[in-house]
């Protein structure tokens, strides 16, 4: 999407200003005093811009503008700006956000939690000066409240580096109430805008040059209530009044109707040459020489505008060169009030035209269309949507207002292929699903228009391809099958062609091929496809289909137990997209999947490490699955470092991305994670029962899965394992379960995966084997599972998956010792093993779920001591969250629930 710069200039000042120290001054000092948010809150004409210039200009501080219109009521539209704007302060803003805008949906959260961290480590913003400001011109024409959420975020979590302005006619939702109690706001309102007597006589009798009495000036001041445009526009017309007196008199009516009044007293008497000059060009939002000549007709349009300029006839410059100009809101709203009085509807739609076509041969894309169907001329607005929308695309599909394509009449798509299709493409991404079934039928409308009006084979390919592409996307939207999936996908990728807009459309369906066999299962064909996709991904230019390519290969790697080529994909990336890594937010996939791998080496520091950066980064690509994933990696570090509170945090996380996918993955699959996570470690005896609640709701699948690495076969899968570990942790505790049918499924499940050539779920199956035998007495033949474990996991370095059974895979591994045939891969496994658990007394081992550890026997002395939990954190220099999560842990793990209970059970099995 193309920047209008004049969006972004702070506007120039005059310099006859009246300095309204008054209102300054406390600007300055609640700026100092760290105050984050002012709010300037008046109706039109209070001087609200005029003052925030004027502060901008004495504070001599970096500061950023950006001018808002009715155009900005777009979440990413409206950050796009303000980033830009920042940027203007410091180039290292925002670069990686702006990226994710043309390849994701990043929410609101991703794009400004990135905005803060960047803003954190910006050189401008941390020179020691102070804040920097940034102004929000016109909140009020601010509706979404999307955008309304994503700056109380920032609010919320601002940091010292920047202060918000914001001028407005209504007071915004953004939380003013408690920013006002906690003395972080700022306020100027209507009544600290008026002028007073005094500010009225110096900028009547001074900047206006009017010369007027002390009473001409009050009974101004009073008639117009200091309203400031109301002073303007009186001084205006007193210039050429003869009684001035008598003037003054006439505004003693009602004053809801001055401003109608004086601005036609402003407008009638003007020459005729500007009267018409001003009314022609209110149609326009702004303003320049070329552009106004083009509409009015008048060729010495520039210089008019600077002569309005210098008249101070309401027209303020948006740029110091003095191109670009806008009217005062209201006094544009009065303007075309008169274009609509004088001119009939065919003049104004001629207006209209001449503005659109200024546009389009000046490449300004929605300018051009929105005068088209402002000239209603839908065939005009067709013409214009088909030839920029492609190049216009957003994050969301296709940038064009989804409103003005609705004002075109259906007759049009039914006669335009391509523009039914783009049709189709803006309904794909409204969170109805109604619309879905709406994007399909104007997909058919296409296909029919198509066979009715395209003689020309090269253009009705290329709209084929197009068609087919949206409707691989519909199939995936609706969740439909793969094999539904795929001949659409195959379709796109032999009709579109390889140039103009329709690569970045031909990479996509080429990576989605080759998830689409991954989903399938269908694993050589994956490789092939996605090999494919690298190549010409690479070749395009395509960062984002390259990076989504090479995590898929990831994905099909890890599934077949490869490691080390799994985590050299990634690598090999990272080092060719070294340089503009910081503008790929998807790179933060590759990090995230490096770390994963490192995790399982048990190589923790270097995996934190990684996590750190990939979730820095990928919640902007709107990778929402990745992003989880990172978040469940990031957990298992923390609980591999025994730090349960952290890993509580970034469970949080999880479950916060998890809840805007969750109707994709199953309701369960968070409890499934869960499982996951605590696999064989220390959970609070809420969670666990939370866990067999699940496991008794959940049914035993009657056959394996297919294997796949992807959707409803991997939830399955996943299901499955989840399901066998609670039950096998029931077992551990002594409650009666029956193991049998789970062991019968998972060895079919072992033997499905192995003929699929999934061995990263044979080592997983086997090893969960191994438990499950070894927790039924079943000593030769939990070794022999072990055995199939360790020859499949020992080449590639698989530790993790090992070591996340605990203490019974400890006992385990070291009856292995003596006769396998991995004894150095099972030293490497046990040296893996925390010291804590390894130097437990065995005779302790066989009476709990799980043996405590040091900090816990520690904890269980100073409850026997009975001392309170406050007393326990003090003497043990921790928090009282830390100390409450060790004494659930203790409980589980001793099978009480109360302090006497522990204590009791503790001796009766000579922990005390």
């Not at 919320?156 to 003395?183: C, F, G, K, Y």
């Not at 805008?193 to 006589?201: G, I, K, P, T």
């Not at 062991?743 to 033997?751: A, K, M, N, P």
Request: aromatic residues 8%; negative net charge.
């Amino acid at each position: 999407m193309p920047i209008l710069s004049t969006k972004l200039q702070i506007p120039p000042l005059r310099p006859d200003l009246v300095r309204r120290r008054r209102l300054l001054d406390p600007l300055a000092t609640n700026l100092r005093q760290g105050r984050k948010l002012t709010v300037v809150s008046a109706p039109a004409g209070f001087g609200k811009t005029t003052l925030v210039t004027k502060w901008l200009a004495e504070e001599e501080r970096p500061a950023a503008w950006v001018s808002l219109d009715e155009n900005d009521n777009e979440l990413y539209r409206f950050w796009r700006y303000v980033i830009h704007a920042l940027q203007r302060i410091d180039r290292s803003i925002g670069e990686a956000i702006l990226v994710s805008f043309d390849v994701a949906h990043p929410n609101a959260e991703a794009i400004v939690s990135t905005l803060i961290n960047d803003l954190m480590h910006a050189p401008h913003f941390n020179d020691g000066s102070g804040p920097a400001i940034l102004v929000l011109d016109d909140y009020h024409l601010i509706e979404n409240i999307e955008i309304h959420d994503s700056l109380n975020f920032l609010l919320d979590n601002q940091l010292s580096q920047l202060h918000i302005v914001i001028t407005t006619r209504a007071d915004p939702p953004l939380n003013l109430a408690r920013r006002r109690a906690r003395m972080l706001l700022t306020e100027i309102r209507a009544g600290d805008l008026r002028f007073s007597a005094a500010e009225a006589a110096i900028f009547l009798n001074q900047t206006m040059q009017l010369d007027l009495s002390v009473d001409e000036i009050r009974a101004l001041e009073r008639r117009t209530e200091g309203w400031p445009v109301g002073l303007q526009l009186a001084a205006l017309s007193l210039r050429d009044q003869p009684n001035r007196h008598e003037f003054i008199d006439l505004l003693a009516g009602d004053d809801r109707y001055i401003g109608d009044y004086l601005m036609e007293e402003v407008i009638h008497h003007q020459p005729a040459e500007i009267e018409e000059f001003l009314i022609k060009s209110s149609i326009l939002g702004r303003l320049n020489g070329s552009l106004c000549a083009a509409v009015t007709g008048i060729a010495e349009s520039q210089a008019l505008l600077e002569r309005l300029e210098r008249d101070n006839l309401f027209v303020a410059p948006l740029d110091r060169r003095r191109q670009w100009f806008r009217y005062h809101r209201l006094f544009a709203d009065l303007l075309r009030r008169q274009l609509h009085r004088q001119m009939d509807a065919a003049t104004i739609a001629d207006l209209h035209q001449r503005a659109s076509q200024w546009y389009e041969v000046n490449d300004f894309a929605e300018e051009a269309i929105q005068h088209a169907i402002a000239a209603a001329d839908p065939g005009r607005a067709a013409d214009l949507i088909e030839k920029f929308a492609l190049s216009m695309r957003c994050e969301r599909g296709i940038a064009i207002p989804r409103a003005w394509m609705q004002t075109l009449p259906a007759n049009l798509y039914r006669e335009r292929p391509m523009l039914a299709a783009i049709y189709a493409e803006s309904l794909m991404y409204l969170p109805e699903m109604s619309a879905l079934a709406e994007a399909g039928h104007w997909l058919d409308e296409a296909d029919a228009a198509l066979l009715r009006t395209l003689d020309r084979e090269a253009e009705a390919r290329q709209i084929r391809g197009y068609i087919a592409a949206l409707r691989s996307t519909l199939a995936i939207h609706r969740g439909d099958s793969h094999d539904q999936i795929l001949p659409h996908v195959e379709e796109a990728i032999a009709l579109l062609p390889d140039n103009g807009w329709a690569q970045g459309k031909r990479a996509v369906m080429m990576l989605n091929r080759g998830v689409t066999f991954l989903f399938m299962g269908r694993s050589a064909e994956a490789e092939r496809a996605l090999n494919d996709a690298i190549a010409y991904s690479r070749r395009i230019g395509s960062h984002f289909a390259q990076i989504m390519a090479v995590y898929s290969q990831y994905i099909l790697y890890r599934g077949r137990g490869d490691l080390s080529m799994a985590a050299q994909i990634c690598q090999s990336l990272l080092d060719e997209l070294r340089d503009e890594a910081d503008r790929i937010p998807a790179i933060g996939a590759l990090w995230l999947s490096l770390a994963s791998i490192q995790f399982e080496w048990n190589q923790l520091e270097a995996a934190q490490q990684n996590l750190t950066r990939g979730l820095a980064t990928i919640p902007l690509s709107g990778e929402y699955g990745i992003e989880m994933n990172g978040y469940v990696t990031l957990a298992r570090v923390h609980v591999a470092r025994e730090e349960h509170e952290e890993a509580q945090r970034a469970l949080a996380q999880f479950r916060r991305v998890w809840q805007g996918v969750s109707k994709l993955l199953g309701e369960d699959y968070s409890t499934l994670i869960q499982i996951r996570i605590w696999q064989g470690r220390a959970i609070g005896a809420a969670d666990f029962e939370s866990f067999k609640q699940w496991a008794d709701s959940a049914e035993l699948p009657s056959q394996p899965t297919d294997g796949a690495l992807l959707g409803s076969a991997r939830r399955g899968y996943t299901r499955l394992i989840g399901l066998a570990s609670v039950r096998l942790r029931q077992h551990r505790a002594g409650e009666r379960v029956d193991l049998t049918p789970i062991l019968s499924i998972l060895t079919r499940q072992r033997e499905q995966s192995k003929s699929a050539g999934w061995f990263s779920q044979v080592i997983e199956i086997a090893i969960l084997e191994a438990m499950l035998w070894q927790s039924l007495g079943q000593a030769e033949t939990a070794q022999q599972a072990l055995e199939m474990a360790l020859r499949y996991a020992t080449p590639v370095g698989y530790v993790r998956t090992f070591v996340e059974e605990g203490e019974p895979m400890r006992q385990l591994l070291e009856s292995a010792e003596e006769y396998t045939r991995f004894p150095d891969a099972v030293r490497r496994l046990l040296n893996a093993f925390p010291v804590q658990t390894a130097a437990l007394s065995p005779s302790r081992r066989p009476a709990l779920i799980e043996p405590l550890n040091d900090r816990e026997e520690e904890i269980l002395r100073l409850l026997a001591q009975k001392r309170s939990r406050q007393e326990i954190a003090e003497a043990l220099i921790l928090s009282i969250n830390t100390v409450k999560w060790h004494i659930n842990n203790l409980y589980a793990k001793l099978g009480v629930d109360k302090r006497g209970a522990a204590v009791a059970r503790a001796v009766e099995l000579g922990i005390l």
